[in-house]
């Protein structure tokens, strides 16, 4: 069975919750270094003849716009992180719509190519921000990938595998964020922070139990988990143990599995590729 690989398209300083991070104002204070990591992810996937989905933040698509060209023509799929990467719950929906539209028009217009995917920054369609369905829905978009099935992030009862979600404006595809259920509570492993701390036997082992049920997984990194010389700066304790924990690990990791599993995009993996 083919599992998703992502890769969330940011530079080391794109945090959320953090007001002076959140400000795109002062990202001109900061060394961008999303290019030399992009190299990097791209040169593991090649030497693995592995394909991914890249959801990029409009902002890096418009200030760099010859990296979104190189990743497409390794036959990368391209997809949307929002422009701002500012967190679903902290907009409006006129603001969802005219954030979405500005990414999608820069990463199109870098590419040549359509956008088909949005994934929320951290994550952030929650319970009471579903109206962002019908706004992708509206914009083309043919699926996303947001929603974590996790008691205090997103929702306990949000689906655990691949499905539709009905809205007015038409149907989209709903790839939420892998977990392994223990007892009554689903536990997240495949990507970020969580892949990071998990050993990486019981990765392999999640997701093989995923794939016996019928069931793909999708698994994801941040170019700057590649980065073990990123600057480091002031967070509060959550967010800099989110942002550098053991990222050391992370290639290893993901070597790993790419050795064992075979991955491909998002948009192949749910069928939608002709």
């Known amino acids: 069975m083919k599992n998703a690989i992502t890769v969330d398209l940011e530079d080391w300083y794109h945090v959320c919750g953090v007001e002076e991070l959140s400000d795109p104002e002062n990202w001109k204070n900061y060394e961008s270094r999303v290019c030399r990591n992009t190299e990097k992810v791209l040169k593991l996937l090649s030497e693995y003849n592995t394909k991914a989905t890249f959801f990029v933040l ?5 200030k760099e716009p010859s990296l979104i060209q190189a990743i497409r023509e390794e036959g990368h799929e391209l997809a ?47 319970p009471d921000t579903f109206w962002a369905f019908e706004i992708l829905a509206r914009n083309q978009i043919k699926y996303d990938s947001s929603l974590v099935p996790l ?16 809205t007015p404006a038409g149907d989209i595809w709903e790839f939420p964020l892998s977990t392994y259920r223990i007892f009554h509570e689903n536990l997240p492993f495949s990507g970020g922070l969580p892949l990071r701390l998990t050993p990486y036997f019981y990765i392999l082992h999640c997701i093989h139990k995923l794939n016996r049920m019928g069931r793909p997984a999708v698994v994801y990194l941040h170019p700057w988990e590649l980065d073990r010389e990123k600057p480091v700066i002031e967070l509060p304790f959550s967010r800099r143990f989110m942002h550098y924990f053991n990222i050391s690990a992370t290639e290893k990791k993901i070597r790993g599995l790419m050795k ?3 991955f491909a995009p998002i948009s192949e993996v749910l069928g939608l590729r002709r």
């Open 260 to 262: 064992y599993l075979k």
């Open 58 to 62: 409009g902002y890096i698509a418009f």
């Open 151 to 166: 008691t205090r992030m997103g929702c306990r009862k949000y689906p655990r595998f691949p499905c539709k979600i009905k």
């Open 80 to 126: 949307t992180h929002g422009f701002f990467h500012r967190r679903v719950f902290e907009l409006t929906p006129a603001e969802f719509e005219e954030d979405l539209k500005r990414s999608i028009d820069a990463i199109s217009t870098a590419s040549n190519s359509e956008v088909a995917g949005f994934r929320a920054p951290e994550w952030s369609i929650r």
